[in-house]
């Protein structure tokens, strides 16, 4: 298989984000699952709070994730879109997007378009942590739907 000259540009890094985090022993678990869980200890608000609550169950497997991805989805971009989602909010639910993607990798390809209208609308020039963890997970999103999106390649450039 062919390995990109660069690697992984995350890798060896510690960020704020678990994007890197791996599932916990089981073979079933999933990336999202860990990273809700690192995010509970992070983050405090009301908003994630509620995500925790309501993803918390839906994720504990990879079977459950692609079981629950519609619920899932919905769930993340509903938050992201709330008019009480904080920095904070915003930070975890990058992450759990770029989590989500590990998990479902050309699975998430169904929900591309509302997942990219989700992220883009948090995009805010004026603070780089929030957009370098939006750029984050936009990257993911891109890396895991690769063949999908050169494959609709004019769905993708009417975003742009």
């Known amino acids: 298989r062919h390995q990109h000259q660069f690697g992984d540009p995350t890798e060896g ?6 994007s890197l985090a791996t599932p916990s022993a089981s073979i079933n678990s999933s990336y ?12 405090a608000s009301p908003v994630f709070i ?18 629950h991805r519609v619920k899932i989805v919905n769930t993340l971009i509903e938050a992201l879109k709330g008019p009480d989602c904080d920095v904070p909010a915003f930070k975890a639910i990058h992450s759990l997007f770029t989590t989500l993607c590990k998990d479902l990798r050309q699975e998430i390809y169904e929900f591309f378009p509302q997942i990219l209208d989700g992220l883009i ?22 890396k895991y739907l690769l063949r999908q999106l050169v494959n609709d390649f004019k769905m993708v450039f009417s975003y742009f």
């Open 121 to 142: 609308s948090t995009i805010n020039p004026k603070n780089d942590v929030l957009l370098e963890s939006l750029f984050t997970s936009l990257c993911f999103l891109f």
């Open 32 to 43: 999202i699952y860990s990273d809700l869980l690192y995010w509970s200890d992070k983050d």
């Open 13 to 18: 890094q510690h960020s704020s984000t678990s």
């Open 50 to 67: 509620r995500i925790l609550r309501e993803l918390k169950p839906l994720t504990q497997t990879i079977h459950l994730v692609l079981y």
